[in-house]
């Protein structure tokens, strides 16, 4: 199948606007991915200070989580740091060990959005559900039955397999980074008398909030989108969200979803950018533009 239609830079900007919007930064990246471990290791602090602050903490450290990988899915695309080899290390060793495997996967999500060929099409195909049946992922999510059907469960069917002799490099690549960078982290934290913050602060989150956040990302940006969608502006929703959105659930502009899909060649933070010419051109009118994820969910599972 052809390839889903493409946006045109030229048809929505002028030549200084897109020349702006474009532009790689040689700081701005690093500095989200500093300001992400940042917040991390802060709401670690304030937990360890205040532990009645933990469920809160729990929250912010499984959503920088999350920031983590959009900041490797810019790093993806080229675009956390001019310099192709800084930008594959940063998004690599400070973001995600996946970015090797995901970059030709994520790149082929783009060129066949919503098409048959798109390898992401089954996340947005059951929708519409139930309440029911929406509640019921949810909590599977937030009691860490996602995390262990999705990370666990397949890394003790691998190292298994690797034990056993049938496929000794099934333990490699990202499992050997996930254990060692875990081991490394409960190692730091339990020489410093922290050892529970590794389990309460970065393992909880890890298999809790993150699997839930990154739920409502998924059904967010493409649930209900029609399938092999001929016009560029409706291959994607955004959804506009408040702080606390992105305090707890949209890091890093990652709600602009439909102007990403649009201008892959934009980073993150000029996405914003990018919505408020749109804006003030009238295009959003035509996009798929929804007020807030509670809008989305109520789309998803109306009844």
Not at 136 to 160: A, E, V
């Amino acid at each position: 199948m052809a390839a889903a239609p493409r946006a045109r830079p030229e048809d929505h900007f002028t030549p200084d606007q897109w020349r702006r919007l474009s532009a790689k930064s040689p700081w701005r990246g690093l500095w989200l991915v500093a300001h992400c471990w940042g917040a991390i290791g802060l709401a670690m602090l304030v937990g360890a200070r205040w532990p009645w602050l933990i469920p809160l903490c729990v929250m912010v450290v499984g959503t920088r989580q999350l920031g983590l990988a959009i900041l490797m899915h810019d790093a993806a695309h080229g675009l956390l740091h001019p310099n192709r080899a800084v930008n594959d290390w940063v998004g690599h060793w400070l973001c995600a060990p996946t970015l090797k495997a995901y970059r030709p996967y994520h790149l082929q999500h783009h060129r066949y959005v919503q098409q048959a060929e798109d390898p992401d099409l089954v996340l947005s195909a059951p929708f519409p559900i139930s309440r029911t049946s929406l509640r019921r992922k949810m909590w599977r999510d937030l009691s860490g039955q996602t995390f262990y059907k999705q990370r666990i469960q397949p890394f003790l069917q691998r190292s298994s397999k690797a034990a056993g002799g049938d496929g000794a490099s099934a333990f490699a690549g990202h499992d050997r980074h996930f254990v060692i960078a875990n081991a490394l982290g409960f190692a730091v934290l339990a020489a410093a008398g922290w050892w529970w913050l590794w389990l309460l602060l970065w393992l909880l989150p890890m298999a809790t909030w993150l699997p839930l956040v990154t739920r409502l990302r998924n059904i967010a940006e493409h649930a209900l989108v029609p399938v092999d969608q001929p016009d560029p502006l409706r291959q994607a929703r955004t959804t506009r969200a408040g702080w606390l959105e992105r305090a707890l659930i949209a890091p890093y502009w990652v709600n602009f979803h439909s102007e990403h899909h649009l201008f892959t060649q934009l980073p993150c933070w000029q996405l914003p950018k990018a919505h408020a010419l749109l804006q003030a051109a009238g295009t959003t009118a035509r996009m798929e533009v929804q007020p807030g994820y509670l809008a989305v969910m109520r789309l998803a599972a109306p009844h």
